[in-house]
């Protein structure tokens, strides 16, 4: 019980990312600076955290991010670059509840991820996905009913190409890792052990993304709502939530409770219905979406017991 809590209490701090990009949406702020000044914080949170407790890991980091920094720009462009871009810019078209839901396709994403660089996946856990890819179906086609395919397809099709772009990133420094590639760097260092210290990285290897994207839309001057939104989403999701997801899933002892951990997470459409429901006064879904969130719920749950509990 004390996982499954830690678990849901993550989920909930993670829902803020959806919550908050649309009530920035909503207020007219643009989604590249609602995208780019989480990274900032983030930036700013980690280097501070290091500086203050862990200064040679501090400095190991941005050696390595030096001797590699062609790797960590593709891997940290693609994997928190272009995924966060993406997440951000369909907030603008669809309620944030939306774009959770079609988030859990990052399941789907995932093993087709795995399979391109040469990992097995098992048949049923692939054929499990197809519950969840239903209920994000359901989800968005109620959504087009309600409004306009214009709409749908704008805030849909970037959240499914984020989907792939987060495992893939988080896969390529998996790979380094081991070494196991030879078109990859050999990343064998104490920094890659230090999971903030990952994150680091990868947020320094998005920096040129947001550069260039902020360059190209030449958007005007964030509102300081917007400032500080973007900095409660750092600390509530890049911080609160990811801490708290990892102590729940190393407290598992058994595959079961690991199961557990991860299913936890598909609470994260229902904290992001509730909080744009209650605080933006957002419209329920109605009955076609109310069963695609219960397909990919319990796509989800499916999927993670069949990986884990074998």
Known sequence: MKIVLVGILAALFFSTTFVLNRAM?????????????????????????????????????????????????????????????????????????????????????TPVVLLAFGRTVPLRAMLLTLLIFAGVVLVNWEQAAAGSWRDVLLGAVPVLVAA??????????????????????????????DPFCRVLLLTLGSLPLWIILIAATTPPPPALDQVVNTALVAIFSGIAATSLFLYARHAARSASELAAADCTQSMEVIFSLAGEAILLGGVLPGPLGWLGIMLTMLGLALYIRVQNVR
Do not use: C
Request: without cysteine; proline residues 4%; glycine residues 8%.
């Open 164 to 193: 792939f772009a987060y495992p893939f990133g988080n896969q390529l420094v998996w790979e380094a890792r081991q070494g196991t590639l030879r078109r990859l760097p050999k990343l064998d260092s104490p920094a890659m052990d």
């Open 25 to 109: 949406s909503l207020e007219g702020g643009h989604w590249v600076w609602s995208a780019s000044l989480r990274y900032f914080w983030m930036l700013a949170l980690l280097v501070a955290g290091l500086l203050a407790f862990r200064r040679p890991l501090l400095v190991e980091t941005l050696r390595l991010y030096a001797r590699h920094v062609v790797f960590w720009t593709l891997a940290g462009g693609v994997g928190f670059g272009v995924f966060y871009a993406l997440i951000t810019f369909s907030a603008s078209y669809t309620p944030g509840w939306v774009v959770a839901a079609t988030w859990q396709t990052t399941i789907l994403a």
